[in-house]
RNA sequence: GGAGGUGUCGCCUAGUCCGGUCUAUGGCGCCCGCCUGCUAAGCGGGUUGAGGGCAAACCCCUCUCGCGGGUUCAAAUCCCGCCACCUCCGCCA
């Protein structure tokens, strides 16, 4: 949800920020127009609802006719007040519909335009060259098949297609990246969370992701529960109708969930391996700090994200997202997009969200400051992906592999995996 | 899943049987002030949140006693539904 007070002051700002993410103004009218109807029909019940109680006190020590007349008199209103009552439920409703319509609008910064329209900020590593050095590159599905550590037939003979099975060295690989993900983010200070990833509507539509993104989401049959697609959702909502104290600002919680995604209307992407799945376990960044200090918490995030794909020794790139691809909540965001040998191309393993205001304001989360800090007032939430499991593990099977079919341990991980340096294949 | 109990302002609590100055009592904590070598104590005041009147302030008004309906001129209070928590039973890792 966008600051009422900015859509009513300065409708051209949000008219101007459609446009930047390719969207009709259209609903800023609607909504510009729900807010008179609803302070017209608040003002219209409150001052029937002043007179109603205003005469009923006087009730009790009234006498005969004087008393017929008062409730002669209240009763009408009482029918007054509430028709009047639910014509401002009506166009509350509109209101708020109109409004959660409308995503976040644009850093100033963020380019302008849709997927396509991002800019490359910075590269760190170098693509590995296995011309120069002489051999074909495996692709993860063969590495995994051949490690022993990915199972995709069976994945698909038991769950379908876009589901897996990690076995041996692919599990331990996952475990081993938690474990050194959520290192680094106790380091950093994050308190680790383990969040439930079956939530309430409130949560999943507080974190946006109940707009155009609903196609997206798993609901569970005959209750009324989402299968989370991030443990963003559980984690912003962990707060949700709370005030912060405002020297607990930051907080920092890193979470290890489940992920589900539906992946609609992806038919024939990505159909080989485990880049694209229904499912996949994440190391998710959460902060909660103000909408000022947003922008320098959305940089750090930023930054231990490329610390912890540096350990892995990956090479990747930082992109800009453009306005219409940032999704409804987010103000800025920015990906790492690691590099995937055998498809030449970067490819997107962690994203980072700077959602000031938004999410607070639709999930009533808070924090008190002092008056002159603007007293009670919505925080700011951001996110960031530390380390996506299967994504991480396709790119470190692949840029770390070597002729014979084995692959090098990223010295960061080695003490994680029981010190192994190598990973050898144990099937032809 | 079944039975019973509980839900009041940050925390605790009075009020609910018997509807009407409840404009929700008191304590703790917190904030401001007074007093006092300092601190503590004591004294006085303040302290739920949201929204509308306006561009803002003062001020006025409305809503807020778990949530949503209903009855009534009038609901913390009566009725119905739901939710959460506690105790017990059943089931289960």
Redesign the pocket.
Known sequence: MID??LLRDDPDRIRAAQAKRGLSADVVDQALAADEQR?SS??E???L??E??????Q??KAQGDEKQAL?AR??E??AA?KEAEAAQ?VAEESYRAAMSAIPNPAADEAPAGGEDDFVVLEHVGTPRDFAAEGFEPRDHVELGRILGAIDIDRGAKVSGARFYYLTGVGADLELALVNLAMDQARAAGFTTVIPPALVKPRAMDGTGFLGQAADDVYRIEGEDLYLVGTSEVPLAAYHSDE?LDADTLPRRYAAFSPCYRKEAGSYGKDTRGIIRVHWFDKVEMFSYTTVEESFAEHQRLLAWEKEFLTKLGLAFRVIDVAAGDLGLSAQRKFDCEAWIPTQGKYRELTSTSNCTDFQARRLDI?G?FPADQGG?RPVATLNGTLCAMTRTIVALLETHQQADGSVLVPEALRPYLQGREVLKPVVP
Do not use: C, D, H, Y
Request: no cysteine.
């Open positions: 009422p007070r302070r608040i003002t019940f409150e001052r609802r002043a109603q109680k205003q005469l009923g006190a009730i009790p409730l209240t009763k209103l009482s007040v439920n005030i808070r008190r009670t």
